[in-house]
């Protein structure tokens, strides 16, 4: 049976800054301890003939990595994020148009597809897009003693035998939208990593309300 | 995407205010914006905002086989990438004149000044040397891209620290950054005509005027585009001013070094996660946060038990022949139909088993 300790379940300090950048029409960096990411968002605008849906908006996401060029991990993380934000946003709003994430490394230290996701639904936000909910993203690892911790470091998840277990979840019933995992675990262990995710997605979107709130606290 | 055009009424006011000395922002002809200068948690990671236009720069290196041609030299590897963030402009892996120009600017500046001796970079003669790759990325454009990614470039290599490398006849292995410094020199770029354009007043630019110097009123390259006619004097008073502009930048430069080294000596936090601002109203940091997780346990094992498991059915394999067994009964053939077989009623052709996998294997 897996041991849930107290101690290893804590989220690392998290902060978020917006409209930081003057071309993007919405951006938006999202720190978690040591690990961040940058966020810019393109849209609606315009879309190539060759991508355009007749009667939606195409969403696109790149992710840049901090050095080199972006390769397969790249892609695979960007089909994550790109599936969360085709389930959230109200793309049949803007048909024939495209709606761009753009997102950048900064600094890895564990959790990196989480803070993307908390980046772009920030940036998402920024830009006044329409969306049905709002989405968060929280990455557990479980030890092979069987202990699960939340919002690992990269040291916590280079560590063999780890399984790391990504969970978008959703504001309005926090159901799971999207999971990616590494590593193998029990079906009674991916459970309560769900139920967990749940738990600190929780405090996420509180942070999320604070932060919007802060925002305009000073218009009248 | 392409960027919305500059209309005729804003080329005309733009030219009529840098005829009267006027800038859109309120600067003087030959001022500099506000540049600010921060380090991330590792070494060789900087990122730069000249105003608004906001550069990242990162440097790395790894140990490979040196070039033939020069055996006991290190290679250095420049990248500056124009992110589809910057501007709705950028496209993706397009090799747009701007990106070609910044590049072998940067490159020129960079390599050719010799301000990384690539001597030192040589660990064994003809087997391996250091690579050091410098990845550029723009994060935003206002305009002068140039100065700011030289900014960038050379802030982030001065932070660099190259791990230390230990030779035992054959092996090397290599140990943890230490502070092996490099002191490159430093040289930057300066734009030209009007000081450090931002991105409306470069579009009605008709030429550009690069300069890189360093400190000591060295020149190290003039780039001039645009097909614009300069006067010699005007070549010399640029590069005067050049160099009262780069004398200030280096400063800044080394204050930002100085104050980072500051900081980790004491063990304070660094990094970009602690230069963000707090006072700022769209910005906000919350502390570490446990999360509760009491009831988990249940919840998890509730769910468990209330999915039925399925029951799988696996055919077991029937020994037709010797060589031959059978997994399956297969469904119908439904390629070849014959003429005779659509007339009779359907449904009792198509009537099959559940299992629906046949598998014949040839044993040897």
């Known amino acids: ?220 | 995407m392409r960027d919305t055009p500059l209309s005729n009424c804003e080329r005309l006011f733009l030219l009529k205010a840098i005829e009267a000395k006027k800038r859109l922002d309120g600067r003087q002809t030959y001022d500099y914006r506000n540049i600010k200068i921060t380090f991330g948690t590792d070494y060789g990671c900087c990122s730069v905002e000249l105003g608004k236009t906001r550069v990242l720069c990162q440097v790395s290196c790894e140990l490979v086989p040196p070039k033939d041609s020069r055996p006991t030299e290190g290679i250095m590897f420049f990248n500056l990438e124009l992110s589809p963030m910057a501007s709705p402009a950028f496209e993706p892996n397009r090799q747009s004149e701007l990106l070609v120009t910044l590049n072998r600017q940067l490159e020129r500046c960079l390599r050719n000044s010799k301000c990384i001796d690539t001597e030192s970079l040589c660990v064994v003669s003809g087997e391996k040397v250091w690579q050091i790759r410098v990845d550029v990325h723009v994060l935003n454009q206002d305009g002068n891209l140039m100065d700011a990614a030289s900014i960038a470039a050379i802030s982030a290599l001065s932070h660099f620290r190259r791990p230390d490398v230990a030779i035992q006849g054959q092996d090397v292995t290599v140990v943890s950054p230490e502070t092996a410094e490099k002191r490159p020199r430093l040289f930057i770029c300066i734009s030209y005509l009007l000081v450090d354009p931002c991105e409306r007043e470069e579009r009605v630019k008709d030429g550009l005027l690069v300069i890189a110097m360093n400190k000591h009123r060295e020149i190290c390259s003039i780039q001039s585009s645009g097909g614009i006619m300069l006067l010699k004097d005007q070549v010399l008073r640029c590069s005067k001013i050049a160099s009262v502009k780069v004398s200030e930048i280096t400063e800044l430069i080394n204050k930002a070094l100085e104050n980072d080294r500051k900081i980790r000596k004491e063990g304070g936090k660094f990094g970009f996660a602690e230069s963000m601002p707090k006072e700022r109203i769209t910005t906000l940091k919350r502390d570490d946060a446990p999360v509760e997780m009491t009831d988990v346990k249940e919840t998890a094992s509730d769910i468990v038990n209330r999915t039925e498991t399925t029951t799988e059915v696996v055919p077991s394999p029937v020994l037709v022949a010797m060589g031959t067994a059978q997994v399956g009964e297969g469904i119908v053939n439904s390629w070849a139909l014959d003429e005779d077989e659509e007339d009779e009623p359907q449904t009792e052709d198509r009537k099959t088993g559940t299992v629906s996998d046949v598998c014949f294997c040839a044993v040897e």
């Open chain 1, 1 to 220: 049976m897996t041991e849930l300790d107290q101690s290893c379940s804590v989220l690392r300090e998290y902060g978020s800054e917006q409209s930081l950048l003057s071309k993007p029409d919405g951006s938006s960096t999202f720190v978690q301890g040591d690990t961040s990411i940058l966020a810019g968002v393109y849209g609606p605008a315009e879309v190539k003939v060759s991508k355009e849906i007749y009667d939606r908006a195409t969403v696109e996401v790149l992710i840049q990595p901090k050095m080199g060029l972006p390769g397969v991990r790249e892609r695979t993380r960007e089909q994550c994020v790109r599936e969360t934000c085709k389930a959230a946003l109200l793309l049949t709003l803007h048909p024939r148009s495209s709606v761009t994430v753009i997102l950048q490394v900064i600094h890895d230290d564990g959790s990196l597809l989480s803070c993307c996701l908390n980046a772009a639904c920030m940036a998402l936000m920024d830009a006044g897009l329409p969306m049905s909910h709002l989405f968060c993203s929280v990455t557990c690892a479980i030890s092979k003693e069987g202990q699960i911790i939340i919002d690992p470091t990269a040291r916590q998840e280079k560590v063999r035998r780890t399984a790391l277990l990504t969970f978008a979840i959703e504001s309005v019933e926090c159901n799971v939208l999207m999971s990616s995992t590494t590593g193998s675990f029990s079906v009674q262990e991916l459970q309560q990593c769900i139920a967990i995710s749940q738990k600190a997605s929780e405090q996420i979107f509180q942070f999320y309300r604070d932060s919007v709130k802060r925002r305009y606290s000073k218009i009248k």
